[in-house]
């Protein structure tokens, strides 16, 4: 079926316009170092170009859906809605996430239909594992290598009995692709789980590590993580002959796919594990030490994957916090969630509704209710560029629409269609949150919320009707963001920056084309302390006015915003990582007391105060910004040939593995 294009006489339009990168260049240095696609003559697309791409992809996905089902495809109106999308793309009033920046109109969309790359997390439930056996894992490690963030429970503890496999001499051998992986973790559990055949593997046919990746980007990691996660699910199954499977080794197995799937630094991806909050196998999960050189304790063989999950706990609005406290008080975990509220609830100023029934868990940023094997698209929209609540409601009829046009395709797993067909879930997000409230007051962000929110419900009644399909179970989430709202220059999500002054930190390959144009352009390039040979750290100073920062608010003001967006605007939910101080470690009990009425989820972070050698963030005084600025003499980026490194995960630092 032919694509849909916009008009070379539109697109030629923008070619010579600047585009609005925020922050000092670090915008466009993200974007090229992490969106940019090269195209067919070798260069990286400008722009104007990704946007093009990202634009017509996404009609070209409608157009497909409205001719096919024989709704009537109307030309003339499609260019004019795609040309208003991409004007306030371009102009970043709103931007699709970092996977739909990289992935759509791409031929990983327009010739593989491999619809799981657009969304950006997922979760899976094991509670039927006496029945699915394998596929809870599968799922993980099929999604993992997409670079789709999973989240997993562990349910399905002591409900399977592990089996003695037989061995038939069957050898498999493993395709070097994503499917091949898959099938051999799918044999090797079922063996134990079913007690089928036991293969032996073969992994001559996977490519040698450094070899490039073509269809998803990045360089192979050879067989080598693949083989050892074969060893270490395999002995921890044969230790476990004859008795049930733990919640304990769910999550083990889990984790050591996380390992398996990011060794050798080619991909990301995130995970978080829920369990009950009376669950103290659970809890004692991280239960162990540094000493010296050496992890100590019972749980210290952990260490090597444990760190792969974020840790959540469900709890029970009204529960005893005390002791959870403690330990979240010690290192920020557990998390928190209240599926009740999550399921009850959309909008938490909204009366109870119970959409979301079959809500099982959250995905690892945890922004979106989900239920199991449900995938979540987000979208990402930044009031602070806009000029007016009218201009900004015109801008939510398109991101919306780009969220819903997603839920249009398929994926490759049948249980995932069937869900994500139902409920036609996206989020639709706001950062710069932090930024908007010291322009223009929390009681101004409330009505642009308001009127936002209600917009987004009446722009799904009429695309759904259009569409034909069912309106969405739920519109709106505040993700935390990651590199995306660093294209704009705005705070990511409902967090607030550093300080109103500091460096920022990225790092580069020295193979990189894009070091020369920095380098002109006055920014401070030096080797990476950690590998000094390949990679280089760029510093780039940036600025945030008439915002305030992280020192400024109390562990109590983090967890009130949290709650304001989550009454005003997130009818999934908000992602919040709330940073405190030592002497507020004591009030987290407090807190989750007085805010299990209002939140869904909820997590925690100390502050610390250690330095070390080119940190991400470092905050610097005024008079460094303006010394550093000084130096600065443009960023001019023209020709380039650089392989774009994409964020493959939720968008937010603390969910990335």
């Known amino acids: 079926m032919e694509k849909y294009k916009l008009k070379d006489s539109f697109v030629d339009k923008y070619r010579k316009i600047k585009p609005p990168f925020g922050f000092n260049g670090l915008g466009e240095i993200t974007y090229y170092r992490t969106y940019s696609r090269k195209k067919a003559d070798g260069t990286n697309e400008q722009w104007y170009e990704t946007i093009r791409r990202v634009v017509e992809g996404t009609y070209s996905i409608q157009k497909r859906h409205i001719i096919k089902n024989g709704l009537g495809w109307d030309e003339k109106k499609s260019h004019l809605s795609a040309q208003e999308m991409y004007d306030r793309m371009f102009h970043m009033k709103f931007l699709p996430p970092g996977r739909g920046l990289w992935a759509m ?56 009995e592990v089996k003695q496999p037989y061995t038939n001499g069957f050898t498999y051998n493993i395709p070097d692709t994503r499917e091949g992986w898959v099938e051999s973790l799918r044999l090797l559990i079922d063996a134990y789980l079913k007690g089928d055949s036991l293969p032996s593997f073969n992994y001559h046919l996977i490519r040698e590590a450094g070899a490039e990746i073509k269809g998803f980007g990045g360089k192979s ?53 829920l369990g009950e909050s009376d669950d103290q196998e659970f809890l004692a999960l991280k239960d162990y030490k540094w000493d010296g050189e050496k992890y100590v304790g019972s749980k210290a063989h952990r260490a ?50 119970y959409k979301d029934s079959r809500a099982v868990g ?36 398109f991101a919306y629409l780009y969220a819903k046009t997603v839920t249009l395709g398929n994926t490759h797993w049948v249980e995932t269609n069937r869900v994500q067909l139902r409920n036609r879930r996206i989020g639709t997000s706001v950062s710069g949150i932090a930024q ?24 799904d009644a009429v695309y759904s009707d259009w569409f034909a399909v069912p309106k969405s179970i739920k519109t709106t989430s505040i993700k935390p963001s990651g590199t995306v709202s660093l294209l704009p220059g705005v705070t990511p999500g409902i967090h607030y920056p550093i300080s109103n002054y500091y460096i920022r930190r990225i790092r580069l390959s020295v193979k990189s084309d894009l070091t020369s144009y920095l380098s002109k352009a006055g920014y401070n390039i030096e080797p990476d302390v950690n590998d000094p040979e390949g990679t280089l ?59 299990q009425y209002r939140l869904k989820s909820i997590s925690f972070l100390p502050k610390t ?34 392989k774009a490194e994409p964020d493959k995960f939720c968008d937010g630092d603390t969910c990335i593995v």
């Open 609 to 642: 105060e250690s330095v070390y050698a080119q940190m991400p963030y470092e905050a610097i005084s005024k008079d460094e910004y303006e010394k550093r600025v000084k130096q600065l003499k443009g960023l001019s980026i023209k020709t380039l040939s650089e």
């Open 221 to 273: 990691s050879g067989h080598i993580p693949l083989m050892q996660l074969h060893e270490r699910v395999g002995k921890l199954l044969y230790d476990r002959v004859g008795k049930y499977l733990s919640g304990d080794d769910i999550a083990d197995i889990m984790n050591l796919i996380g390992v398996c799937v990011v060794a050798g630094n080619v991909r990301r991806t995130a995970q978080i594990a």
């Open 537 to 595: 750290v760029v510093e780039v100073p940036v600025k945030i006015e008439n915002c305030r920062t992280l020192d400024d608010v109390s562990i109590w003001e983090q967890c009130e915003l949290a709650a304001f967006m989550q009454s005003h605007w997130a009818d999934n939910q908000v992602s919040c990582t709330v940073s405190f101080r030592p002497e507020e470690a004591s009030q987290i009990e407090n807190v989750l007391q007085y805010f």
């Open 436 to 459: 908007f409230i010291g322009e223009h007051g929390i009681s101004e962000l409330k009505h642009w919320l308001e009127e936002g929110y209600h917009t987004i419900q009446y722009y």
């Open 362 to 397: 959250t995905n690892p940023c945890s922004e979106q209710t989900l239920e199991s094997y449900e995938m979540c698209c987000l979208v990402e929209t930044f009031p602070t560029r806009h000029t007016d609540i009218d201009d900004y409601k015109r801008t939510l009829k």
């Open 105 to 160: 109109g791409s031929p990983l969309i327009e010739d593989k239909g491999l619809f799981s790359a657009l969304n950006n997390c997922s979760f899976v439930s094991t509670e039927y594992i006496d029945k699915e056996f394998s596929k809870p894992f599968v799922f993980m490690m099929d999604k993992s290598m997409l670079g789709v963030g999973v989240g997993f429970d562990i349910k399905g503890g002591n409900k399977l």
């Open 304 to 353: 090597t994957f444990g760190w792969t999950s974020n840790n959540t706990v469900a709890c029970e609005v009204g529960q005893d916090y005390s002791e959870l406290a403690k330990q979240t008080g010690l290192n920020g975990e557990p998390g928190y969630i209240w599926m009740e509220n999550a399921q009850d609830y959309g909008r938490m100023a909204d009366k109870p509704n």
